[in-house]
């Protein structure tokens, strides 16, 4: 991450105890110490600390039990603002956030990913100073920028690898890029992790195992196991849009392979299949209105389609056991033809103990997945304990 401080910092031990806060509760003194075992004056210098570098403030008092009453602390999420960027194969998707993932303002435009790197950084880095401002922020008060891509990328570095759909992209250091123009920490990963993320922590904090598939112009999957984001080795995991579909005509796919369930369901795909028959289509979205004003023809291809997707998901079924499969992106917006031809699928062709208590649902966060998810990066490094105490050193030593 662009930005963070190379030597470790000093414990403090009051990065842990933050910790207790991020569910926004507010506590006393003394159910800290009841809560960690701490002493008081353990407890009443990390409350202090933490309260010194603005992440806790003074939440009124609580109920009395006798005497005066106790004063409470609660997390300060308007502490620091977070830019949170979607960049989707046509488009973009830009918010900022509290610490909290409390949206200030938004926006969304088309853009092109196709488009030279350094042009849609620029547009990024200028749109993104823009809303800091409508949201009454200053660049000073950017913990930092969580950026989507629509392609694989390093998760370590933030460098884009061989994205099929963007060229020119290769090895781009994205974080260095929006760090030199807007002087805040960037973190960067595949834009269906990010949407992952961010529907797992808004929609579906409970659930310890899911996998979330965006279905658009590319086809690709984030993963969730035991309450985490799974990356993998190189940060590939989840790439379903490239595995080849049984029995599927061997259609070219544009990462050099044929039969890629990309080539067969995604929606360049079915817009090719449908301008055959005579459609007027140009975008994905074109699709979606087809489908919703009862074109046959359109919902018989979008069915199909989740059936495509069904027999590569039905393995993942069986390999990960998910409770739970959320199905987001722009063609989900096509009702149940999509979700019923995936179910029909997935529930034939996997084991009965794998789908016994599985649901299969279109996204809850819609198109607001990504830019949460993307700025749930950010806090989820910017408030964890060592970077907190990274603070909070920071803090005593000037």
């Known amino acids: 991450m662009e930005g963070l401080q190379k030597f470790p910092p000093r414990p403090t031990g009051a990065g842990d105890l933050f910790q207790l806060f991020r569910d926004g509760a507010p506590r006393t003194r003394a159910s800290l110490v009841s809560e960690t075992g701490q002493s008081r004056s353990t407890v009443a210098a990390r409350i202090d600390a933490l309260t010194a570098i603005g992440l806790l403030a003074p ?3 609580a109920t009395s039990t006798g005497g005066r009453p106790p004063s409470t602390f609660a997390f300060a999420p308007t502490n620091r603002v977070v830019l949170g960027v979607d960049l989707g194969a046509t488009h973009a998707r830009l918010a900022v ?18 488009e030279d790197p350094e042009r849609v950084l620029s547009w990024v880095a200028e749109t993104g100073s823009s809303l800091v401002a409508e949201a009454g922020r200053s660049l000073d008060e950017l913990a930092g920028v969580g950026i989507g891509l629509p392609g694989p990328v390093d998760h370590a570095n933030g460098r884009p690898v061989n994205p099929p759909i963007m060229p020119g992209w290769d090895g781009v250091d994205v974080p260095g890029f929006l760090h030199r ?3 805040a920490p960037v973190v960067v990963d595949n834009d269906v992790n990010v949407m992952a993320l961010g529907e797992h922590r808004t929609a579906c904090p409970d659930e310890q195992n899911l996998l979330f598939v965006k279905v658009a ?5 984030g993963v969730v196991m035991d309450g985490e984001l799974r990356r ?3 940060g590939a995991a989840g790439d379903i849009g490239h595995v080849a579909v049984p029995g ?16 067969i369901a995604g929606g360049g795909a079915i817009a090719h299949r449908l301008r055959q028959g005579g459609a007027r ?3 994905t979205q074109d699709i979606v209105d087809l489908v919703r004003g009862g074109d046959i023809a359109a919902g018989q291809a979008v069915r199909q389609a989740g059936r495509d997707i069904g027999m590569v998901l039905a393995t993942s079924v069986s390999m990960l056991n998910p409770a739970r499969i959320i199905v987001g992106g722009m063609l989900s917006g096509a009702g149940e033809h999509l979700i019923a031809g995936i179910r029909e699928v997935v529930y034939q062709r996997s084991l009965p103990l794998a789908t016994q208590h599985l649901r299969i649902v279109t996204s809850s966060a819609g198109a607001q997945a990504g830019v ?15 970077a907190i105490d990274a603070l909070i050193t920071d803090k005593e030593d000037t």
């Open 281 to 283: 289509i140009d975008t």
């Open 97 to 114: 956030t509290d610490l909290a993932a409390g949206t200030l303002a938004s926006t969304q435009a088309p853009l092109a990913i196709s």
């Open 217 to 221: 112009t590319g086809i690709g999957s």
């Open 372 to 386: 949460i998810g993307a700025a749930t990066l950010v806090t989820d490094r910017f408030l964890a304990p060592h």
């Open 181 to 183: 123009l807007l002087g």
């Open 59 to 61: 939440a009124g008092e």
């Open 248 to 263: 599927a005509p061997e259609v070219p796919c544009r990462c050099g392979n044929s039969g890629c369930l990309e080539a």
């Open 232 to 234: 993998g080795a190189q």
